[in-house]
C-alpha cells in the first residue's frame, strides 16, 4: 500500500496546468493517431493511390510536424502559447474536414485525390507542427528539474492513451461497418480537436507572460548560433536515424500487414494502430518511474536496442510463421519494439530539456523536434520508395531487414557519441564548470544502468561501436534467406470503390501432405485421434476409411460357417466447429473376406479473401466399430464364433489454393 500512496503523491505534486496540458495533448493525439491508424489504408484501398504517392504526401506532412515547431515556438514566446494553441486548433478542424470529403463526398479520380489532398496535408503538419513546442515547454515550464522524467514520462503515457482509444474505437465500430467508409473517422477528429479548441478558450492560461520584445525573424536566425553548438547539432543528426526507422510504423506497416495478408481479415489496420500505444499505456507507468533512477542518454542506448529487436522479430519472422492464421511474431514484435520506443523518445525530451539554458528553454524544445522531421521526411518517402522496389516483389523480409540496420548504424553512432562526446559531462553536452555561468539546469547525480560489468563494459567501450556494425551483413543475410512471400495489394474494377475478388480460378490446386493412421478395434469401440492442416484456402478434405473382414472358417475343423459382416463410421469435427457423420456401413460378405470402405469429403467454398481460414486447423476424427458380425453356421445349429473386432486403416488427403508464381 506503501508504495500506491507514493505513486498517488507523485502524481498529486504536478499542478492545474500540467494536467490541462496533457488533456489536450490526449485529445490531440487520440485525433491524429486515429487519422493515422486509417489513413494509408483509405488512400490505397479506399482512393486508388499507389505506396510512392502516398510516400509523397506523407514526406510532406512529416516536415511540417517537426520543422514548424522550430518557428511556433518563437510565435509562442512572443504572443503567448495561448494564441498559438487556439490557431493550432483552428487550422486543424479544417483540414480534417477537407480530408473527409476529398474523393469521397466529393468523388475524385485517383490523380485528381492526389493533388487536392495536398491541401488538407499542408494545413495539418502547420496546425499539429504549431501544437507540438506549446505543450512540451508547457511542461518544462511548470515542472521542477527533480519531476521532469516522470512527468515527460506522463505525457508520454497520455499520449499512446490518445493513440490506443482512438484507433480501437475506430476498429470496433468498423467490425460492423465497411472499411470503404473510414472517411467517417476524419469527420469523428474533427470532433475531438473542437473540444480542445473549447478547453483552450475556456481553461488554458500561459505557463509565463508574453514576451512582446522578442522578434520571430531574428529568432529564427538566432538558430544557426544554437546549431554552432556542435555537440547538440551531433546529438540531433544521429537521432534523426531512430525515426528514419520509425517512419515505417503509420504508412507502411499497415500496409505490410494487408498486402501480404499477414493478419485475418476481422483484424484490420485501426487494431493494429492500438498495439503500439497500447504496450506502452500498460507498461509505461512503470518504465516512467524506473527511467528516474538512470542517466537519459544511456537508456536511449538500451532502448534503441530493444527497438531494434521488436523490430527484426516483426519484420523478418511474421511474414513466415503464423498460429491459425494470426503472425504471433507481429504482435510479438511490435510489443517489444514499443518498450524500446518509450525507453529511447522521453528520456531524449528530458535530456534535451536539462541540456537547455533556462532562458532559451522554448527554442531547444522546438530544436529537438528536428530529428523527428528530419528522419520522418527522409523515412516516409525513402521506404515508400523501397517498398514498392523489394516488398512488392515478393522480399518483405528483405525489406524490414534493411530498415533494422539502419538502426544499427544509429545504436553505433550513439556509442561513440556517449563514448567521446557526452561521456564525463555534467549534464551531457555542457560541462559542469559551464553550468553556472550559461543558466543550465545540471543533470542530477543518477545511478549507473543495471546490468552485469560486462554490460557497463560494452557501454563504453572503443570496440563496440565498430563491433555492432559486423552485424549488417548477418541481418542482410537472414532478410534473404526467409525467401520470398506472396504480395497481393491493393487491385481495382472500375475505380477504387469497388475491390477486385480473388481470381480463384486462376490458383493451382496443390495436395496437401497425406496422412495415414491405422490400429484395431474392439467391436462396438472408437478411436480417436487429431490431425491438424496449417496451409490456409483449403479446397477439400477426404478421409477414407478402409478394413478387412475375416474369410469364413470351419467348426472344429468340419462344420462350415459363414462370416458375417462388420460394420463401421466416421465422425469428423472440422476446424469451423462443424461435425460429419458417415453412415454405418457393413462390409459385402465373402468366403474370403468382404472388403468395407467408408469415405467422407469435405469440401470448402473459397471466399472474397485469400486468405480464408475456415479449412485451416485441426480436424478432430473418430473411427467406430459397430457390430462385427460372427461366425453363423450355414444352415442350421447353434454353435457360432464370436468376432470381437477387426483391424483397420484411414487414409487422408487434402488439396488446397496457391497463388500462381509471379513472372
Not at 503464423?322 to 507481429?330: A, K, N, P, Q, R
Not at 457423420?581 to 469440401?603: C, D, F, H, K, M
Not at 473418430?622 to 487414409?651: K, S, Y
Amino acid at each position: 500500500m506503501g508504495a500506491l500512496e507514493n505513486y498517488i503523491k507523485t502524481l498529486q505534486s504536478y499542478n492545474k496546468m500540467f494536467w490541462i496540458v496533457n488533456t489536450l495533448e490526449l485529445f490531440e493525439r487520440g485525433a491524429y493517431y486515429g487519422m493515422m491508424a486509417v489513413l494509408a489504408y483509405h488512400m490505397s484501398y479506399n482512393l486508388g493511390l499507389d505506396v510512392v504517392q502516398i510516400g509523397a504526401l506523407l514526406g510532406i506532412l512529416m516536415p511540417l510536424l517537426y520543422f514548424v515547431p522550430v518557428v511556433s515556438a518563437a510565435v509562442g514566446e512572443r504572443y503567448g502559447y495561448k494564441k498559438v494553441l487556439t490557431g493550432s486548433f483552428i487550422v486543424y478542424i479544417i483540414s480534417y474536414l477537407i480530408l473527409a470529403v476529398t474523393g469521397t463526398i466529393i468523388p475524385l479520380e485517383p490523380t485528381a485525390a492526389f493533388i487536392t489532398l495536398f491541401i488538407p496535408i499542408t494545413l495539418l503538419g502547420v496546425s499539429a507542427g504549431a501544437f507540438k513546442p506549446m505543450v512540451s515547454a508547457t511542461i518544462a515550464k511548470v515542472t521542477e528539474p527533480e519531476q521532469r522524467n516522470f512527468g515527460y514520462g506522463i505525457y508520454y503515457w497520455l499520449i499512446n492513451f490518445g493513440a490506443t482509444a482512438m484507433p480501437l474505437l475506430i476498429g470496433l465500430v468498423f467490425i460492423f461497418l465497411v472499411e470503404d467508409l473510414y472517411f467517417l473517422v476524419f469527420f469523428g477528429t474533427a470532433i475531438l480537436l473542437f473540444a480542445n479548441l473549447v478547453i483552450t478558450i475556456t481553461q488554458f492560461k500561459n505557463p509565463a507572460p508574453p514576451n512582446t520584445d522578442k522578434e520571430v525573424i531574428p529568432y529564427v536566425i538566432s538558430l544557426f548560433s544554437i546549431l554552432k553548438d556542435w555537440r547538440f547539432t551531433l546529438l540531433l543528426l544521429i537521432y534523426s536515424g531512430f525515426w528514419m526507422m520509425f517512419a515505417t510504423m503509420h504508412a507502411l506497416l499497415p500496409l505490410y500487414m494487408v498486402d501480404f495478408r499477414i493478419m485475418p481479415a476481422w483484424f484490420g489496420v485501426p487494431f493494429l494502430a492500438t498495439l503500439n500505444p497500447g504496450t506502452i499505456i500498460v507498461l509505461g507507468p512503470l518504465l516512467a518511474k524506473v527511467s528516474d533512477r538512470f542517466k537519459s542518454l544511456p537508456l536511449m542506448i538500451l532502448g534503441m536496442l530493444i527497438y531494434l529487436a521488436g523490430l527484426f522479430i516483426m519484420g523478418i519472422l511474421s511474414a513466415k510463421i503464423s498460429l491459425g492464421g494470426i503472425s504471433v511474431f507481429l504482435l510479438i514484435g511490435i510489443i517489444i519494439f514499443s518498450i524500446g520506443e518509450f525507453l529511447t523518445h522521453p528520456n531524449f525530451i528530458s535530456y534535451v530539456s536539462k541540456i537547455a539554458p533556462q532562458d532559451k528553454l522554448a527554442v531547444y524544445m522546438g530544436l529537438a523536434f528536428l530529428p523527428t522531421g528530419i528522419g520522418l521526411t527522409i523515412g516516409t518517402f525513402g521506404w515508400s520508395v523501397m517498398y514498392e522496389l523489394i516488398a512488392t516483389n515478393g522480399r518483405p523480409a528483405l525489406y524490414w531487414s534493411i530498415v533494422v540496420c539502419t538502426g544499427i548504424i544509429t545504436v553505433s553512432a550513439f556509442l561513440l557519441y556517449n563514448k567521446y562526446v557526452a561521456s564525463g559531462l555534467g549534464s551531457g553536452s555542457v560541462s559542469v564548470k559551464d553550468e553556472a555561468e550559461d543558466g543550465t539546469t545540471p543533470e542530477p547525480q543518477y545511478k549507473p544502468l543495471p546490468g552485469s560489468k560486462i554490460g557497463n563494459y560494452a557501454l563504453n567501450s572503443r570496440i563496440t561501436p565498430f563491433a555492432i556494425l559486423l552485424v549488417i551483413p548477418l541481418l542482410l543475410g537472414a532478410g534473404f534467406i526467409v525467401g520470398e512471400s506472396t504480395y497481393y495489394g491493393a487491385e481495382y474494377v472500375d475505380g477504387p470503390e469497388t475491390p477486385d475478388v480473388v481470381p480463384w480460378q486462376d490458383y493451382q490446386v496443390v495436395d496437401g501432405a497425406p496422412a495415414s493412421y491405422g490400429d484395431y478395434l474392439a467391436e462396438n469401440s472408437e478411436y480417436t485421434t487429431t490431425m491438424n492442416i496449417t496451409e490456409t484456402n483449403v479446397a477439400s478434405v477426404v478421409f477414407q476409411l478402409n478394413w478387412q473382414d475375416e474369410p469364413d472358417s470351419r467348426l472344429f475343423g468340419v462344420r462350415p460357417l459363414d462370416n458375417q459382416p462388420d460394420e463401421f463410421s466416421l465422425k469428423v469435427v472440422a476446424p469451423d466447429g462443424k461435425s460429419h457423420t458417415t453412415p454405418v456401413t457393413q462390409n459385402a460378405r465373402s468366403e474370403n473376406g468382404g472388403t468395407g470402405t467408408v469415405e467422407l469429403t469435405i469440401e470448402y467454398t473459397p471466399g472474397d479473401e485469400d486468405p480464408y481460414y475456415n479449412g485451416t486447423g485441426d480436424y478432430e476424427i473418430t473411427v467406430i466399430c459397430g457390430n462385427c458380425g460372427n461366425q453363423e453356421p450355414q444352415r442350421f445349429g447353434l454353435l457360432a464364433q464370436n468376432d470381437n473386432g477387426n483391424d483397420w486403416a484411414l487414409e487422408v488427403v487434402y488439396n488446397y489454393y496457391k497463388a500462381p508464381e509471379k513472372e
